[in-house]
T-cell receptor, first 114, second 113 residues
């Protein structure tokens, strides 16, 4: 089954404790992206990757890191999480670019930073 | 400044009737539009799209209309079903900015039996 898999689904952590949210897709998509969803702010892009070893900042990259060593995986790293990073996070992928080919989303990771 | 606006945060419709979700945009460089549907505890899923060279695209019960001069698009769901209850996001592809996707804030649709 074609899918984007994120783990974990729920995560509660404390300020400053490094964490990684994993994302994997099995559709051989070149493009992958991370979004966060907050009430009243909609979906905001954190980082995206056009292909292996190619990553770029989205609209709200501060406090996040990503890597794209393999085509299928695109982990999101929070080196020193803070409470303002409490949010619902989505990973997404598509064949190329993002504008015209529909994005496939994971089921989300709800992160709480205390 | 919101370039893609979904002015109705919520909408309630009776089962069997038509649901109309609206989306306005400000940037004339947007040339492709997509609608996504999101259920609670799931990621958004693609629903339907339309290119700016068209004014209508239909897929089963879902039709998207585009009025370029008014910079307005709408999603029609006919007939509405309880399973359509979800948050609907409008997104626009910016041809002038590397095809970046610009998202609306979403409209929560409730279809009442």
């Amino acid at each position: 089954e074609a899918q984007v898999t994120q783990n974990p689904r729920y995560l509660i952590t404390v300020t400053g404790k490094k964490l990684t949210v994993t994302c994997s897709q099995n559709m051989n998509h070149e493009y992958m992206s991370w979004y966060r969803q907050d009430p009243g702010l909609g979906l905001r892009q954190i980082y995206y990757s056009m292909n292996v070893e190619v990553t770029d900042k989205g609209d709200v990259p501060e406090g996040y890191k990503v890597s794209r060593k393999e085509k299928r995986n695109f982990p999101l790293i929070l080196e020193s999480p803070s409470p303002n990073q409490t949010s619902l996070y989505f990973c997404a992928s598509t064949f190329t670019g993002q504008g015209r080919t529909p994005l496939h989303f994971g089921n989300g990771t709800r992160l709480t930073v205390t | 400044d919101q370039q893609v606006k979904q002015n109705s945060p919520s909408l309630s419709v009776q089962e069997g009737r038509i649901s109309i979700l609206n989306c306005d945009y400000t940037n004339s460089m947007f040339d492709y539009f997509l609608w996504y549907k999101k259920y609670p505890a799931e990621g958004p899923t693609f629903l339907i799209s339309i290119s700016s060279i068209k004014d209508k695209n239909e897929d089963g019960r879902f039709t998207v209309f585009l009025n370029k001069s008014a910079k307005h698009l709408s999603l029609h769901i006919v007939p509405s079903q309880p399973g359509d209850s979800a948050v609907y996001f409008c997104a626009a592809s910016d041809a002038g900015n590397n095809r970046k996707l610009i998202w609306g804030l979403g409209t929560s649709l409730a279809v009442n039996p």
